[in-house]
């Protein structure tokens, strides 16, 4: 009996199924779905800043409902501006917000309109990315770096949110205070104020890259991730 399976299964798989002859369901997903946000007490934008050297930088722009005259908090970040203003699905503000480098009490109860920047090269901006941009100069021949990206980024906001009164402070824990720190080269006059917190300032002295002088091997994997691609 066994014998007449082995040749009896080929003959068997070789038979066409039978052609369908009843209607198909109809699919639970829509062709279209839009999120509809009447009800969301926060606006939210997402824009491309262009540099001075024609790169378009993505960016994040939360505006509480009912804004006006209202002053903004920016964070520029090679850590995905789209995920630290997402870190939960909501109408309010508060819970999307709810996260690292955020600040998210003051930004709820003060009313600031919160921008985060993927710097150029990360994520969803242009351009290429360097892990320390060297400011313009002997080590950077190009007309720009972080200083004149913040510039031109304050500059288009200041033109460009209506909600706005025209005054921008800056926030950054660790890389992103770096980001901080160099806006504060050539501050845009809109600058108001800069809160740069545990910033990397020094890697080849300090505990970042190398410690005086010698290669942390720890740093490796934040290197890899940074640095493989542009969505790492």
């Excluded at 503000?93 to 600031?112: E, F, H, K, S």
């Excluded at 906001?157 to 806006?183: C, Q, R, W």
């Amino acid at each position: 009996m066994f014998c007449g399976l082995l040749f009896t299964m080929p003959v068997l798989a070789q038979i066409p199924a039978p052609q369908g002859t009843y209607p198909a369901l109809p699919s639970e997903t829509p062709a279209q779905f839009e999120v509809k946000t009447e009800a969301f007490n926060y606006a939210r934008r997402e824009v491309k800043i262009p540099m001075r050297d024609g790169v378009k930088l993505h960016t994040v722009v939360i505006v509480p409902k009912g804004a006006q005259r209202a002053p903004i908090l920016l964070t520029r970040t090679p850590y995905n501006a789209s995920a630290l203003t997402s870190h939960n699905t909501s109408a309010h503000l508060d819970p999307i917000l709810q996260g690292y480098d955020n600040a998210t009490d003051v930004i709820v109860a003060d009313g600031y309109i919160r921008v985060v920047q993927d710097v150029r090269g990360k994520h969803g901006s242009e351009g290429d990315y360097l892990m320390n941009r060297p400011l313009r100069g002997p080590q950077n021949p190009t007309p720009v770096d972080h200083a004149t990206d913040t510039y031109d980024t304050i500059d288009w906001l200041v033109k460009n949110i209506p909600e706005s009164n025209g005054k921008v402070g800056m926030l950054g824990i660790s890389y992103n205070g770096f980001l901080t720190l160099m806006a504060l080269v050539d501050p845009h006059p809109a600058l108001k104020v800069a809160v740069p917190m545990n910033p990397m300032v020094d890697g080849w002295v300090g505990d970042d890259w190398f410690h005086n002088g010698a290669f942390r091997q720890q740093m490796m994997p934040f290197i890899y991730r940074q640095q493989a691609k542009r969505g790492s």
